[in-house]
């Protein structure tokens, strides 16, 4: 890891970043923002570690906890809550075996995240499947989708 992270800092001095580049580098790298990686930034720039929380908490963007390798993104904003949206979510779950107030998989295949919105209403209700979007989203499709992904997997074991 801190091979990792003392590349990311090199790059971070060479461009004379900010604190959203250490942390958007340390994402790409990690899918997350590990709490090593905050503490060892904080000591080699003398930057408070509540300066790197404040900004990861504030974005969207950033995540403190390790995901999944397949990432389900629920827009939950006005429209896709009118189409459904959560009646989805709540099929998505269930397909997943996660218990309400998890967002991953123990087995870290699938991470299942809400958002206020994605700004694609027209096409509500919309999830994103590993950066991919999906509109006018049905259960039926939804389900498809994820167990193709479990079946992929079962084939490369």
């Known amino acids: 890891m801190k091979e990792k992270l003392n590349k990311i ?3 971070y001095k060479t461009k004379e970043a900010n604190i959203i580049y250490l942390l ?9 923002i590990p709490r090593e990686a905050v503490d060892y930034f904080a000591e080699e720039l003398s930057i408070a570690p509540s300066r790197f929380y404040g900004v990861a908490t504030f974005y969207a963007q950033f995540h403190l906890n390790p995901r999944g390798k397949h990432v389900i993104t629920a827009c939950c904003g006005t429209a896709c809550h009118v189409k459904g949206s959560e009646r989805l979510i709540n099929g ?3 397909e997943l075996g996660l218990a309400e107030g998890h967002e991953t998989t123990a087995d870290m295949e699938f991470t299942l995240e809400k958002v206020n919105c994605v700004g ?14 999906y509109g ?13 992904m ?3 997997k079962q084939a490369d074991a």
């Open 120 to 133: 694609a209403c027209s096409i509500a209700p919309v999830f994103i499947i590993n950066k991919k979007v």
């Open 9 to 11: 800092l090199q790059e």
């Open 136 to 148: 006018k989203s049905t259960s039926d499709r939804l389900i498809k989708e994820v167990r193709s």
């Open 92 to 94: 998505l779950r269930m």
């Open 150 to 152: 479990k079946e992929a």
């Open 24 to 32: 958007q580098e340390t994402e790409e790298v990690f899918g997350y």
